[in-house]
């Protein structure tokens, strides 16, 4: 009697494969900042103030951005239906330059004297050509326009945060939104106005910053610190050290920034650098 066994099938040996290595961690490093720098909050009064006051002017003034949207192209004459001989009327020229509008900033000179934007009012703080800065409060993110909290008070330049500064301000001087407004240093249009509103911006709080804008004593101090500055780089090395001398053996009181020369000895090389060898080229075998 014959009976049909089934074998077992022997256990195969696992497959070799690529094995799937596990992605280390990725660390970031960031720098967290433990204070809390914000705008100080301005009064209704004078929010009412300062925007009333923006606005009256640049309407008396006529300050406006001009776009000319219907802008008519100049007449096209085809030159295969016109003889050449055959020139265009200088009536029907005038006639169309008159149509056109100038687009552009009127009056030009007033533009001159405002920064408009928060990327050119970043620019002119660091260039310490301002004397007041305005943000509007509406700005989303509020780190748009934070930085300038710091620059302004570096620069020793009143800024504050306004609250529908854009909303007021637009659509009088023909923009859509208007983020940051600075007024430079060499304006004559908005002296007034300035001089009204600075007495009314409240002073901003850094911990590692002095707010120096509502003292004008050390303003002043920093014009005689600069001036003394500028004096000192404008003098050679052999005037600074007869100078320092002078002033030693005088026995004076010596100015609390003296900028004293830097000499550079002898230049020593890192020795924990690591160096990369020098790859040098092989010649190549014909």
């Known amino acids: 009697m ?23 961690l990725v660390v970031k490093t960031s720098l967290n900042n433990p204070y809390v720098i914000s705008w100080s909050t301005l009064e209704r009064e004078d929010i009412h103030f300062i925007l009333q006051t923006l606005e009256d002017k640049f309407k008396s003034i006529g300050f406006q951005k001009i776009e000319d949207k219907k802008r008519k192209k100049t007449p096209f004459v085809e030159k295969q239906r016109c003889p050449p001989d ?9 006639e169309h330059d008159g149509n056109l509008q100038v687009s552009g900033w009127t009056p030009a000179h007033v533009r001159k ?15 310490n050509e301002l004397l007041l800065v305005l943000v509007c409060k509406s700005v989303k993110p509020a780190i748009i326009t934070s930085h300038m909290i710091q620059l302004s008070i570096s620069r020793t330049v009143p800024a504050c945060q306004v609250p529908q500064l854009s909303e007021r301000i637009a659509p009088v001087i023909g923009l859509k ?60 090395f052999d005037d600074l ?34 160096r990369k060898p020098s790859k040098s080229k092989k010649p190549i075998s014909k």
């Open 113 to 127: 004297q405002l920064v408009i934007g928060v990327n050119e009012v970043t620019r002119a703080l660091e260039r």
């Open 86 to 94: 055959v020139e265009i009327s200088k009536d029907l020229k005038k």
């Open 241 to 274: 050290t007869k100078l320092s001398k002078r002033k030693s053996a005088e026995g004076g009181q010596a100015s609390a920034t003296i900028l004293q020369p830097l000499k550079i000895k002898k230049l020593i090389p890192n020795p924990n650098k690591i």
């Open 177 to 236: 939104c208007v983020l940051a407004l600075g007024f430079r240093k060499n304006t004559m249009d908005f002296a007034e106005e300035v001089r009204a509103i600075i007495p009314r911006v409240p002073s901003l709080h850094v911990p590692w910053l002095q707010d120096r804008t509502q003292d004008p004593r050390d303003n002043l101090e920093i014009e005689l610190l600069e001036s003394q500055d500028k004096e000192i780089l404008d003098t050679s």
């Open 2 to 24: 014959g009976g049909v066994f089934k074998m077992a099938a022997a256990p195969q040996a696992p497959k070799r494969g690529s094995i799937r290595k596990t992605r280390p």
